[in-house]
Nanobody, 122 residues
Framework: QVQLAESGGGLVQPGGSLRLSCAASGSIFSITVMAWHRQTPGSERDLVASIIPVGITRYADSVKGRFTISRDNAKNTTYLQMNSLKPEDTAVYYC????????????????WGRGTLVTVSS
């Protein structure tokens, strides 16, 4: 069983910072893309940032220059450093990753975490 667990959400004032973490656990053989999405009530889940094992990253235009995604391949963990937060960044943030298990080494399946709430408010 493979699981993703996010942590680090909370309440922060506009202009503040938060760091989200997402750790994958279980019988993992390999992970390719790791990413963060976010969702507000009544809206679709949108990509925030993604990263591949060699470190190439991609960002939504709305977060470029403020958010930084990184990963520790040895720990099967990805991080999202969020700076200069704005009220419109308020959302549930979900981690996802394309993971191959030891039992199915050449089949990558997208796994999702349960989400962590980020609230930006004064």
């Amino acid at each position: 069983q493979v699981q993703l667990a996010e942590s680090g959400g909370g309440l922060v004032q506009p202009g503040g910072s938060l760091r989200l973490s997402c750790a994958a656990s279980g019988s993992i053989f390999s992970i390719t893309v790791m990413a963060w999405h976010r969702q507000t009530p009544g809206s679709e889940r949108d990509l925030v940032a993604s990263i591949i094992p060699v470190g190439i990253t991609r960002y939504a235009d709305s977060v470029k220059g403020r958010f930084t995604i990184s990963r520790d391949n040895a720990k099967n963990t990805t991080y999202l450093q969020m700076n200069s937060l704005k009220p419109e960044d308020t959302a549930v943030y979900y981690c996802n990753a394309d993971i191959a298990t030891v039992a199915e080494r050449y089949t990558y399946r997208t796994r999702w975490g349960r989400g962590t709430l980020v609230t930006v408010s004064s």
